[in-house]
């Protein structure tokens, strides 16, 4: 049965047509539908997650758990002072924990994300982010939850009021956590590295859920096994000797050397990498310079790099280097310089008992027709960090239908596309999608923590 009462008075007011008024502030307590708009105008970047932190803290507060908030900050601020050499106003680690203990059971963990994109909005709600923001690395820009994480911290809150209402139906440890820096894939070390695992309870589940941008809302997919790809940042910087583009005889042009760089790349995939393993290797940006008769010095590859297996991926990182080296080497080159993220999103794998035990009961819940096994995506998801410590917790990720029915339709029937995630377009059908990740989140942690 679904949850519609926890959607309150504004669920009421939307159906009959009329759209709750947007307040920039917000009372605890308040319908989800209003946190969600609040949210969705109020958006913050990836590590400045300050006033987003706080209100679903106080939220948590007011439930009943013991709430710590700031978990990160000291590993966040050493890394921007590290890498940027200033700390920006508001950059910090904002990670939310929130425990409550119920008896004896199971501990499980359930993670909302936070943090929006630099991306313009351009969906037509009435509550869009008008919001400007800077960085932590200095950019300036438009803000907005293009990804779903509003959705995502939505249903979170109204999972925990769910659980705290039916504490009699359950009993165990429920630790709820904020993360911020998902975009970024940084949010889950910090918190990592600055003790969720040490300071607070061992969980033995970890479950989270995200949007889905080519489902209807209603609906809910998962994957059994690995969902979602390790993620790594490759800089290349290839050395030559500019000169004037009349005389290229005279130099040694890194250009044409990253020309070739990449051309000789797209043969780690389709020739060092087993057909049947997933694997991608984009150069997303070329840089190199600034004239048209001026042949420069050096040329800057920037590439991601994407795979499951962790073999695949040392098999493409040591590809790219040798790659890279053997091109400069043709040319007569100085050695290229290699610079690879070590701060990398680990692939996201859905425990598949795990998976099978969830799946089930989101069937039961949503019926047999709402429930999808999907296909693995190249994608990121640093939710991947929580099962892969000493600990090798199961975790599952599951997907929420976001599109509205009619624009779903639409879209099989030669209509307009589906606006993808990260798209100023993408403005989810909230209402359903909201009550579908309430209740089945809600379904999947009475599964692990229900009294059998």
Not at 57 to 63: D, N
Not at 194 to 214: C, K
Request: aromatic content about 6%.
């Amino acid at each position: 049965m679904k949850n519609t009462y926890l959607l309150g008075s504004a669920l009421a007011l939307s159906l009959a047509g009329l759209q709750p008024a947007f307040a920039q502030e917000i009372e605890t307590g308040a319908d989800l539908i209003s946190v969600y708009q609040h949210l969705h105008a109020n958006p913050e970047l990836s590590l400045q997650e300050v006033n987003t932190s706080a209100l679903l803290a106080r939220e948590l507060e007011s439930l009943g758990f013991n709430v710590t908030t700031g978990l990160g900050d000291d590993w966040v601020r050493a890394k921007a002072e590290r890498e940027q050499g200033v700390i920006r106003e508001n950059v910090g680690g904002y990670g939310v924990v929130g425990v409550m203990e119920n008896g004896d059971g199971p501990t499980l963990l359930i993670r909302a994300d936070m943090d929006a994109l630099p991306v313009p909005e351009q969906t037509g709600f009435s509550f869009a982010s008008e919001q400007v923001a800077t960085s932590w690395t200095g950019v300036e820009g438009p803000v907005m939850h293009a990804c779903g994480h509003d959705i995502h911290m939505t249903s979170w809150l109204g999972t925990a009021r769910n659980l705290v209402d039916r504490r009699d139906e359950w009993s165990g440890t429920l630790i709820m956590i904020l993360q911020p820096a998902e975009e970024l894939g940084l949010g889950a070390q910090a918190m990592l590295e600055e003790g969720l695992f040490d300071d607070f309870p061992v969980p033995d589940y970890n479950l989270a859920l995200h949007v889905n941008s080519s489902m209807p809302a209603g609906t809910v997919g998962y994957v059994p096994g690995f969902a979602m790809a390790n993620v790594d940042s490759v800089d290349i910087t290839i050395h030559g000797a500019g000169g004037h583009g009349a005389y290229p005889h005279t130099t040694i042009d890194p250009v044409v050397i990253a020309a070739h760089t990449v051309t000789a790349l797209q043969t780690l995939v389709s020739r060092n990498v087993n057909p049947q393993d997933p694997a991608v290797v984009t150069v997303g940006a070329i840089t190199a310079g600034h004239k048209h008769n001026v042949i420069p010095d050096e040329a800057h590859l920037q590439l991601t790099v994407r795979s499951y297996g962790d073999d695949v991926r040392e098999t493409l990182l040591s590809g790219i280097e040798r790659i890279a080296r053997g091109q400069a080497e043709a040319f007569g080159a100085p050695e290229p310089e290699f610079f690879v993220d070590p701060d990398y999103t680990p692939a996201t794998f859905n425990d598949p008992d795990l998976s099978e035990r969830i799946g089930g009961a989101l069937r039961a819940t949503l019926g047999d027709e709402s429930v999808r096994i999907l296909s693995p995506v190249m994608g990121g998801e640093d939710f991947s960090r929580y099962a892969r410590t000493d600990e090798n917790i199961p975790g599952m990720l599951f997907w929420i239908g976001a599109i509205s029915e009619e624009q779903y339709v639409a879209s099989q029937n030669g209509g307009p596309g589906l606006p993808s995630l990260h798209s100023g377009l993408f403005g989810p059908d909230y209402e359903n999608t909201i009550e579908t990740g309430v209740t089945s989140m809600t379904a999947a942690a009475m599964e692990i923590l229900g009294n059998q």
